[in-house]
């Protein structure tokens, strides 16, 4: 599914109602094979001016081919220069947005997946990261088909894996810095994982990775995302900078958290539409980690597979629920001031500028009681329908939720206690957060109920003013929180992304 | 990964060198484009076939809609009419095969994935299954993309599951009879089962079920496999029924097995290309159990994505090795002796006709002392390079293994403990199974590593025809061994399939 909704825990409904995500919104401006031609086009583009780009082939590595018998080979399929998006646009407005217009700091293409997205984005990284472009054109450039070819640039203003739709495989892992592990280490620990992760979005093994699992397959979307927890910072001797905004989560009566699997010094969020390349970038960092940082946590999430609809929609939750409909929209003048933390703040904290708080709860779904109800009243508890999720309130998904309008009956079409309504915006004073989680299966408990539900991820500018104040009043007054299980649960703060040769958090580590 | 190979334990090398997955083979006769068209114009013509088919409208079921606010709608975007396959042709041969002709009792092109075989297979739902052609011609047939539109049929000489390419996801779930479960409550899980498995292959929820998790999406190549285990005759009164082959698997020395994810009275393996739909399946199948068989253990696994590859090629697996070179192929001459039991036998297992028995093991990889070798140690231990599968004897990823080749060095090109050699069938009197694995990652154990692998199940006539003397073998003298532990195992009987009207396993618990 592209993004999380008002339909789980701790969501809630924006007031407009189109879907930021490239992977929702039924109303598509154009077919995925359409988008395909389209992507192919601008990566040819990409490829021929990577050759010629500032890190052009001066700068191409050379991987070494440490494969006996048979003479050296190629790269692999897996070089950057092929591209064409999977996604299609989303918004209506998305063909005809200028392309590579900056919103908010961030390619309006690249931000929407558009089906030029991958185009750009490889136009991106074959001029600055080097070797990708020069490969391409050196060799023929290998095309990949849809799903392969997705890529997603790792330096920005912004992290990847916060704005992109959520990937068909996500792994969310915490680490906690061994003893020995200081400000340097962590800081020289970062440096590797922003490396690492560069060359893994580019479609790239990173140099000394011979492991193999993700050749063939290209970047597939890949993202990696890192943040900092509220212990990281004692760890590493910076407390007086950790942000008042890494305070502790309140309890919620929902909550049955297993601290085991909760919080962390650090955490990564991989993303990816190919399991084994997902897979992959999860082992590398572990790899690269050793020594200075070990795994505390790790889960593993899914969300529908790109092309198992015949057009680009609108995911759904194991509930069966559509969800992701309500996220706010970039297009909304306040979209960046909730989201990301601003630029130009002076302080303690003003490292972590262009950057985002995210609330990690793995929230178990009830399902054996969910599934008694009838779908009526599966209905009723959330406030839309299932099979289309349009507001009780009537129209189809995307209409705006009318919250006074009474039904047939004379009372609310949508219930008091319907989750669309207590999550509402007008009801939590504009609070807002996006969300985009992945739906998790760890197999079935002992009583034989499903150990599955949501890998909820929230981001915003403060969790005060996101996460907090929906969640408390959620927690009170949700028809849909009886049919939850908060179980585990993070608080991580984001950086803002780095430029080529910088890493993730060094204006933190090195500030 | 399409199957599994002689690069995994338990592996076996086939005497030839064309994969039999659609999904493998780098010689694929034409690009996805093109196969998509294929599909889809033979996806029209079965359409139309269905609407006047010998279960054409007069047998089309209508599905009650539960859902309140708005108009009754058309049936949703899962009707099996829309078709055209992500798959590509993996045998050279294929375009030129007779489409439709049977194969061992199979169509070759259902067999094969080809391109035109989801419009063979909505044909053949189309014409037995009944409302789907129908609903397609009433409404306007849903196009549905590559990945969704894939369709298995539920009916047929054997089951599914066992010849198509393994999909993007995979469950595999066994299940023991509750206490007064007898003969007769079997036979009614049996059929109910059956019946269930029939409509979500097509693409339909079953009658009763309105979860909506799979809504939205196409059948995803969903298959649906039932078996019954050793213990399963005893509960239902039928020992004397039950097949010499399923007599308990030898011990080996890489076991290390634990008994509560071992064995089971039935086994149910589910494969879709989408997690939601294989998710809703798992679920649905489990509900229909209640009452009557609970969950005993659950594994969930994984395979590359379609379209992750520039075209359709062998996977690898999570040691990074191509994975899936060497399956016995279904045009040699005794491809079906060796997988299938043969019809017109006598006797108290004749109810097996058509079925197969599937091995099942769960082997995890030692992946941080495999990750430790060179590539170099690694490629000679598998005996084939890491990059593209060549054997070590030269040529590429589909050429004939030489065993007795030399090297410059004048020592065996392909190492004495080679897994390939050591496997291979000429040193295992002709021994072969058909592999069709997942891979499984379950997070990280205590120690940080991962804990994954392969959920490996083979498929043969007779367990100790294929895995059992192979198994053996290279548990003396494979290289490969010491990087695996088999930490679960199971065998069980597979049934051949029914038709429309029967239910899988009727010949045992009706004979």
């Known amino acids: 599914m592209a993004d999380t909704t008002d339909t789980t825990a701790g969501g809630v409904a924006g007031d407009d109602t189109r879907p930021i995500s490239g992977r929702t919104g039924g109303k598509a401006s154009g077919k995925a094979s359409g988008g395909k031609r389209a992507g192919k086009n601008a990566a040819a583009t990409a490829a021929r001016s990577g050759s010629t780009g500032p890190g052009g082939p001066s700068k191409g590595r050379t991987r070494p081919d440490k494969s006996t018998g048979g003479p050296a080979k190629d790269a692999p399929a897996t070089t950057g220069g092929g591209a064409g998006s999977s996604r299609t646009a989303g918004e209506p407005e998305a063909a005809t947005a200028t392309p590579g217009a900056p919103v908010d700091g961030v390619s309006r293409r690249r931000l929407l997946g558009t089906a030029g997205a991958a185009g750009a984005a490889a136009l991106i990284v074959g001029g600055v990261a080097g070797a990708t472009g020069a490969e391409a054109v050196r060799g023929k450039p290998t095309p990949l088909t849809d799903v392969g070819s997705g890529v997603v640039p790792f330096h920005g203003t912004h992290q990847s894996g916060i704005l992109q739709p959520a990937q068909a495989h996500g792994h969310l892992v915490a680490f906690d810095l061994t003893g020995g592990t200081d400000r340097k280490g962590a800081a020289a620990l970062m440096r ?91 082992r590398l960092l572990q790899k690269e980690a050793a020594g200075a940082a070990r795994v505390r946590w790790q889960m593993n999430g899914f969300n529908r597979t790109p092309g198992a609809t015949a057009q680009p929609m609108t995911g759904r939750n194991l509930m069966g629920q559509i969800d992701g409909t309500n996220n706010p929209k970039p297009s909304s003048a306040d979209f960046a001031q909730k989201i990301f933390v601003p630029d130009g703040q002076q302080g303690p904290e003003s490292w972590m500028a262009g950057g985002s708080y995210a609330v990690v709860r793995r929230i178990r779904m009830l399902l054996d009681s969910w599934d008694n ?49 207590v999550a509402a915006p007008a009801n939590n004073r504009g609070a807002a957060m996006l ?77």
Not at 203 to 212: I, L
Not at 391 to 417: C, F, H, Q, W, Y
């Open 192 to 282: 590797r994982w922003s490396a690492a992760a560069a060359e893994l979005m580019a479609g790239r093994p990173p140099q000394g990775d011979d492991s193999g699992v993700a050749l063939d397959a290209g970047p597939s979307s890949l993202t990696v995302t890192f943040g900092f927890g509220r212990t990281f910072f004692d760890r590493v001797g910076l407390t007086d900078r950790r942000p008042d905004a890494l305070e502790p989560l309140p309890a919620f009566t929902a909550d049955v958290i297993d601290g085991k699997r909760s919080n962390g010094d650090l955490w990564v969020q991989i993303g990816a539409d190919d399991a084994l390349v997902a897979f992959h970038a999860l």
């Open 373 to 421: 109800l009838s779908l009526d009243r599966q209905e009723r508890v959330i406030g839309r329908r299932k099979s289309d999720g349009a507001p009780l309130s009537g129209g189809t998904e995307t209409t705006r939720v009318d919250l006074d309008k009474m039904g047939p009956d004379g009372a609310l079409a949508i219930p008091g206690d319907a989750h669309i309504r």
């Open 435 to 511: 969300r985009r989680a992945f739906s998790y299966h760890d197999g079935f408990l002992d009583d034989g109920a499903p150990d599955a539900g949501l890998l909820f991820i929230a981001w915003q500018a403060d969790p005060l003013k996101g996460f907090v104040p929906v969640q408390r009043k959620l927690d009170r007054g949700d028809g849909l929180s009886r049919f939850l299980r908060h179980e585990a649960s993070a608080l991580f703060a984001v950086p803002g992304g780095c430029d080529e040769g910088g890493y993730v958090g060094q204006h933190l580590l090195e500030g």
